[in-house]
């Protein structure tokens, strides 16, 4: 037996929620285009973006820890193939669709600049006098609409409206003068969570592998403390440290989903809603943590922001980033010659130096820009 599209469709509408988007009644796609006889749309859509340019420069992109750090360090693309795993199981347990989480999570980092926030705060400031803003959302949904070129008839990768609406509602609203999308969709508000487990727990695994954080430090702290209770009841005093913190984050990361699922569902059911309309009518966030466990991921938060993310060590890396970031957009404004003979084709065209500019240094990988500098 072949499990083909119409099967499938026939097996979401077996196992999904009333609420969870069934992917054959998908508000399509800007370009019309054949079905697929095997995939259904939002499986097409994670294909397209799993084979993109933008997914593949994701792995030397930093996330905290530039690559020179290490081999074992998180990088975007880890990190966005993290936080799709957890998605799926997310929504796999709330009667959601895994395919459609997925697809939104692996693309939700494609607009990050080289050199993480740091980066992204940098191009922002830089574009301000010109009456532009650089958000890496927005420039996520560039990506798969404008920038990534590999049809003949149109610019984008052509996805469905799910997934660019995720896109957007991941974190910012997609139309705030539409009144039939008030909210997101439960798909992308897991994919949001989804991104908080990530980055908290492979942070915390990241700062301790690298030295700059001490167990000491975080026994304090309310996930720290439930995680290590779990792990030593289970296999009692673990004595090799890289072990350990292998089985405290992975139980921090357990604890957190767990706790999501449980909440939401909750959430979910005393709101008996019907369908996805239902969802997108309403500005309440149904896919939320306990207010125990939220404080506890504000607790984890704030430390890591005190003791990782401004650590001298990493704070030197993000301004040296900042600093050819800032030298590469100065030099292709006043030289627009030294950019790609396509970037300067399109400022030609008519198209502002600053956007070509823009979405030409957020694609850069950290050794490209660091490269490209070098080269001037």
């Known amino acids: 037996m072949i499990f083909d599209r119409d099967r499938q469709f026939q097996h979401e509408a077996l196992l999904l929620a009333p609420y969870g988007i069934k992917s054959q009644f998908s508000r399509g796609r800007e370009h019309s285009e054949p079905d697929d006889p095997m995939r259904t749309p939002f ?18 992109k930093t996330q905290v820890f530039v690559a020179h750090y290490g081999d074992h360090y998180r990088t975007r693309l880890t990190h ?21 989480a997925e697809t939104i999570a692996l693309a ?31 420039q996520s949904r560039r990506i798969v609409e404008k920038l990534e070129c590999v049809y003949p008839n149109f610019c984008g990768l052509n996805l469905t409206f799910e997934v660019r609406q995720g ?36 942070d915390v695994d990241d ?13 304090p702290l309310g996930l720290w403390q439930n995680a290590t209770e779990l792990v030593f009841n289970h296999y009692g005093r673990i004595s090799d440290p890289s072990i350990r913190w292998s089985r405290l984050v992975s139980q921090m990361i357990g604890v957190m989903i767990q706790d999501l699922i449980a909440h939401s569902s909750q959430k979910i059911d005393s709101a008996h809603l019907k ?33 990782l993310y401004f650590h001298p060590r990493v704070l030197k ?19 627009p010659g030294k950019l790609p003979l396509e970037a ?4 030609r065209s008519g198209e502002k130096p600053e956007i070509v500019i823009k979405d030409y240094i957020a694609g850069m990988t950290d050794e490209f820009a660091k490269k490209s500098l070098k080269e001037m």
């Open 344 to 347: 300067q084709l399109l400022i």
């Open 108 to 138: 939700h980092d494609l607009g990050h600049t080289p050199f993480g926030h740091a980066g992204e705060e940098t191009l922002n400031q830089l574009l301000q006098p010109f009456g532009l803003r650089f958000e890496h959302n927005e």
């Open 80 to 100: 966005s193939m993290e936080v799709a795993q957890i998605s799926r199981d997310v929504a796999r347990a709330l009667g959601l669709n895994e395919d459609l």
């Open 317 to 335: 890396r993000s301004q040296d980033g900042q600093k050819i970031l800032e030298k590469l957009f100065k030099t292709y404004h006043k030289n």
């Open 275 to 307: 369908s996805p309309e239902d969802v997108y009518r309403s500005s309440e966030s149904w896919i939320s943590f306990s207010p125990k466990q939220a404080q506890f991921n504000r607790e984890m938060q704030s430390f890591l922001m005190q003791n």
């Open 167 to 202: 896109l957007m509602k991941h974190q910012t609203p997609w139309d705030q003068n539409h009144k039939e999308f008030k909210g997101a969709s439960l798909e992308a508000a897991v994919v949001n969570l989804a991104d908080e487990i990530a980055y908290t727990n492979h």
């Open 43 to 60: 499986q097409k859509d994670r294909d397209r973006i799993i084979h993109s340019r933008a997914f593949r420069r994701l792995k030397m």
């Open 207 to 219: 700062g301790l592998r690298s030295g700059i954080l001490k167990e000491r430090d975080l026994e």
